[in-house]
């Protein structure tokens, strides 16, 4: 079982920015993808952004694709979140996640722990 870990959560002011880590235990599984959840307070888990292993394609839920971006580092096993123009709606617990190759949305194979993300007014 890959093991995920999350890091770069916090606090920022709305307009800011952050960058979301996510490292693998180990290389994904070509057949495989990694991708961003998150969960705000009273809400359920929201898929936000994956990404396939095996050939780097992208895709996006529309309520983030204009401003967030999903990258990776093969060497380090390790994507990234990258978040612009941040507002307090965005305020959640994100997730890193891994799940077979195109379904990562609606099936995950392995969570990471979380980690807080908090925009200010």
């Known amino acids: 079982q890959v093991q995920l870990v999350e890091s770069g959560g916090g606090l920022v002011q709305a307009g800011g920015s952050l960058r979301l880590s996510c490292a693998a235990s180990r290389r994904p599984l070509s057949t495989y993808a990694m991708g961003w959840f998150r969960q705000a307070p009273g809400k359920g888990r929201e898929f936000l952004a994956g990404m396939n292993w095996s050939d780097g394609g992208t895709y996006y839920a529309d309520s983030v694709k204009d401003r967030f971006t999903i990258s990776r580092d093969n060497a380090k096993n390790t994507v990234y979140l990258q978040m612009n123009s941040l507002t307090p709606e965005d305020t959640a617990v994100y997730y890193c996640?891994?799940?077979?190759?195109?379904?990562?949305?609606?099936?995950?194979?392995?969570w990471g722990q979380g980690t807080q993300v908090s925009v200010s007014s």
């Open positions: 996640a891994t799940g077979p190759l195109g379904k990562i949305a609606t099936v995950v194979t392995a």
